[in-house]
């Protein structure tokens, strides 16, 4: 399943990898626990904050993933490659 | 056999002899104050040279520390990083942070002789002693440099290499000189009379402050805390070479407190010696004693940050308390580093280093220990503030040193989180995470601190590892 590492960030004690086709998000001694979101399951990602951001990813299911205090390059380039995934995939409307 | 002896030991004393005799008939016998003071310089300007010489060496100190206390696949970052600070630092120092710190100016930073231009007059807050403003410069900008240093150990094993760069820029040339025109350089809080002798505060305070703010906005270690929060060990992978850098760092502050009288004619340099020392033992066995307490079980890794938390709270009061308030002084910082460290760990802030409660603590137990301690004599022999509560001197000595921690932690907090935000909204403060578990040591500088072992692992070996091996290079290394 290992694919291409698009973009990628560091949030309080947890990461989050974005591949042309899910995301991960992952905790754990050596990253070991994937939560891991295809893009289809993806409503939205907003980045609120400047300093600390927290980057909220919106699943179809109503959950709200969110991955706090990352750093604002991380978390733009994090955004920009999941949407522009989704618009390659034709996702969005 | 016994009188050949004898004669050969003869012959080899009259030879050392001649020259020194030869000299005596051709030079007058020294005479005069010009010339015992040109002596009294010259053995102050050499002692000098010598405690920077010590407190440079502290660098070895810290490297070997953070080289301990990090896992192998980060040590090649900390001795890179070491070696760049050094290289920024003593670079900015020279060009203006000297001048801020002890140039004259006003109460808050010094505004003359930037790139040492200026001569003894010009660097007013150092004009109590004689040496040339160069032996002047390398003690201090040692000092600038050991502060730097505490800075990076909280904020080991995920770090941009740029970050570091960066900072010690701003930090050396201007948050610490500011700080230590303050209380060194003739500013508002040495006019109150702060009594911080060789820098509890200037040095070890407003490192760690400069530490916790990186730290707070760095975030902790990929792995440092669970999914329910729970803190987890992240242990170093060599005790013996941490133990060799405290043993270091001990060593060179018999540079770093009793060098800074700046002379060693007529200065209590001995003295100064013996706290130091008292103090550091006092304050390994503190911490070993809370360790056994808490653990049961003797950690090396804080008996060594006892020690330097003993170092560092004696730093401020070295010369204005007698050898068993030392004592009390190391041992209180030993525990009171041990409780902290168990509580920097538990709120969430990743210090692999302990930096935060050696250096933070430390320095702050250390400039309140000197209101509390210092006695009458000392303090008219060093002519610096007040003697302490417990010598009748009330609680005004106190109040000053209690100001200046405020002052000077308060500003290096806000000034760094400042620095460090604005790093982190622009460039980021942290390396990516693949590259934080791959180690730094080949994301940032592209070569192994270990090679051999670790290029060893990364290929077939029964590791598991399906990488073939190079031609040339066996499990063992590279074939001869």
Known sequence: MEQRLLAQ??????????????????TGWDNENANSLGLKQIANVSIRGLVNCTLTIEVNDGRRLNVERMALPDARQVKAAIEAQKQKAGLYE | MRRFLLLVMTALLMIAALPAAAFAQETPVVQGTETLADVALAVDTMWVIVAALLVLFMQAGFAMLEVGFSRMKNVGSVVAKILAMMGIGIVVF??????????????????????????????????????????????????????????????????????YCIFAVVFAGLIYPIVGHWIWGGGWLSEFGMQDFAGSTVVHLSGAMAALAGTLL?????GKYDDAGNPQTIPGHNMPLAVLG???????????????????????????????????????????????????????????????????AITAACAFVAPWAAIVIG??????????????????????LGAIAAHGMGGIWGTLSTG?????????????????????????????????????????????????????????????????????????????????????????????????????????????
């Open chain 1, 9 to 26: 960030g560091t949030g309080t004690n947890n990461t989050i990898n974005v591949y042309p086709d899910r995301v991960e998000i992952r």
């Open chain 2, 94 to 163: 020279w060009a203006v942070g000297f001048a801020f710190t002890f140039g004259a100016g006003n109460a808050i930073i010094g505004t003359q002789g930037f790139f040492l231009s200026g001569d003894e007059a010009t660097y007013a807050g150092l004009s109590w002693t004689a040496v040339p403003v160069s032996a002047k410069f390398l003690f201090q900008v040692a000092f600038a440099l050991v502060s730097l240093a505490i800075v990076w150990g909280t904020m080991l094993e995920r770090t941009k290499f740029a970050v």
């Open chain 2, 218 to 222: 760095l975030g902790p270690r990929i």
């Open chain 2, 246 to 312: 405290v043993i270091i760092l001990w060593v060179g502050w018999w540079g770093f407190n009793p060098g800074s009288t700046m002379a060693a004619v007529g200065q209590s340099i001995g003295d100064i010696a013996l706290t130091t020392n008292l103090a550091a033992g006092a304050g390994v066995l503190g911490a070993m004693i809370m360790s056994y307490l808490v653990k049961r079980n003797i950690d090396v890794g804080m008996a060594g940050n006892g020690a330097i938390a003993a170092l560092v």
């Open chain 2, 331 to 352: 041992f209180i910082a030993g525990v009171i580093m041990y409780t902290v460290l168990l509580l920097v760990d538990k709120i969430g802030v990743d210090d692999p």
């Open chain 2, 372 to 480: 509390l301690f210092a006695t009458p004599e000392l303090v008219e022999a060093t002519g610096f503030g007040q003697p302490g509560l417990l010598y009748g001197g009330g609680f005004g000595q106190l109040g000053v040193q209690a100001l200046g921690i405020v002052a000077c932690g308060g500003f290096v907090f806000v000034t760094s989180y400042a620095v460090f935000a604005v790093l982190k909204a622009t460039i980021g403060l942290r390396v990516k995470p693949e590259h934080e578990l791959d180690g730094l040591d080949i994301s940032e500088h592209g070569v192994y601190g270990y090679s051999e072992q670790l290029i060893a692992t990364d290929y077939q070996n029964g590791s598991g590892s399906s990488m073939p091996i190079p031609e040339g290079r066996t499990t063992q290394g590279t074939a001869s």
